[in-house]
């Protein structure tokens, strides 16, 4: 049976940077995000039986190597559980998530992957067990099955059946949005799964890290709940700063920032200081992605357009989890 599914990426407030399980992908703390409209995934999933080997089309070009053997993998895990081990599948997938925004698509992609591969299979899966399976896919996909605020919980089993997210408020509970300010491309030197594992091993900060997890956790949702838009900002602001400074711990010490990236973090401080309420995060990469309130979307988008070295800022609000097509 042919089945298609959409599913949106998101950011992460409370950032996801070290895993207790690398099989698994079990993390080592809490995480929060929130899924953005703007970037999304489409994909459709068709077992039948006449094949004999999985094929996967990444916007309408056939995809081998590595990127293969991870949805082929994935599809593993979604045959195993359905128990149907030797039934094949063609997946076509199209990313509408610019790579150069610096947002996963992997987040997308998966919740995608995995929502689309469980109907096709007849699957009759609640949205716990789903987060599970797309888990095992790409960590930050299992926050991508509902829309909103997300908390993945990270367990504490070892077979991860405790490992996964849910909605903490839903998209239409507060008007935040998210401009993705897209710098100069080029290739990071340190991967985001090299860099974690890294950090993990060697950094001096990293214990200091996880510890100051739950206050940031029970703050920011406090905040969400309030719609307390300072709160909210301020501690995804020092959460992404905190988790940054692990990077400069770890042996050999590495970071993610150019020069573009801290001005862009310096204008937004700048904002703040003339009465414009602006609070950025970044993930495993230098492009800064900047939280705001829609009064101020004019004048964010406009100053972080000026700033040498910015080659694009991409508005994005609050989105919904998986869905059919």
């Known amino acids: 049976m042919k089945a298609s599914a959409k599913a949106h990426t998101n950011i992460a407030l409370i950032k996801y940077w070290g895993k207790r399980d690398e099989s698994l992908i079990l993390p080592m703390n809490n995480s929060l995000s929130l899924t953005l409209d703007g970037f999304y995934t489409t994909t459709t999933v068709d077992f039948r039986e006449s094949l004999t080997e999985d094929s996967f ?16 993998s994935f599809l593993d895990l979604i045959r195993k559980y359905a128990g149907k ?62 829309g909103g605020f997300v908390e993945w919980e990270k367990g504490d089993r070892s077979d991860g059946s405790d490992s996964y997210a849910i909605q903490v408020a839903p998209a239409n509970h507060w008007d935040i949005r998210v401009a993705a300010v897209v710098l100069s491309s080029s290739a990071k030197k340190v991967l985001s799964r090299e860099g974690m594992k890294r950090t993990v091993d060697t950094s001096a900060y990293y214990s200091s890290w996880v510890e100051s997890i739950p206050d940031d956790l029970s703050n920011i949702k406090e905040g969400i709940k309030n719609r307390d838009f300072a709160k909210v900002g301020e501690i995804a602001e020092a959460n992404c700063l905190r988790m940054h400074a692990t990077t400069l711990a770890a042996n050999p010490p590495f ?51 000026e700033i040498p070295g910015v080659d694009d800022v991409i508005a994005s609000r609050a989105g919904q989890g998986v869905s059919y097509i």
């Open 57 to 72: 089309y990444l916007n309408d070009q056939p995809v081998s190597g590595v990127e293969y053997e991870r949805v082929t």
């Open 85 to 146: 081990p030797n039934l094949f599948a063609e997946v076509h997938s199209t990313n509408y998530v610019p790579t150069a925004a610096g947002f996963a698509s992997s987040a997308s992609g998966f919740a995608a992957l995995a929502t689309a591969a469980a109907k096709s299979l007849g699957l009759k899966v609640s949205d716990e067990e789903l987060s599970i399976l797309t888990r095992q896919g790409s960590g930050s996909a299992c926050r991508s099955i509902y």
């Open 255 to 305: 970071t993610y920032w150019r020069d573009t990236t801290l001005a862009v973090m310096q204008t937004v401080q700048e904002l703040r200081e003339n009465g414009v309420s602006a609070y950025f995060t970044i993930d495993a990469g230098p492009n800064v992605k900047v939280l705001y309130l829609p009064e101020n979307e004019e004048t964010i988008q406009s100053t972080l357009r």
